[in-house]
């Protein structure tokens, strides 16, 4: 998958244990809410305008 922007970038969050365990159990609540299988969310932050991703 490619995503383009000017203002975002995907957050690195390998440090942040605790924003990664949040993100995945969202993923297990959405799939579950939805019955798919596995859903995947990416986490973005803004950047100062000069990313392109």
């Known amino acids: ?3 383009h922007s000017d203002s975002y970038k995907v957050a690195a969050l390998d ?3 605790d924003a990664v365990k949040v993100i ?3 993923e297990e609540a959405i799939a ?3 019955g ?3 859903v995947t969310l990416i986490a973005y ?3 100062d305008g000069s990313a392109l991703l």
């Open 1 to 3: 998958m490619e995503i």
């Open 24 to 26: 995945r159990q969202a």
């Open 15 to 17: 440090d942040r244990e």
């Open 45 to 47: 932050e803004k950047t």
């Open 36 to 38: 798919r299988k596995e």
């Open 32 to 34: 579950r809410l939805t």
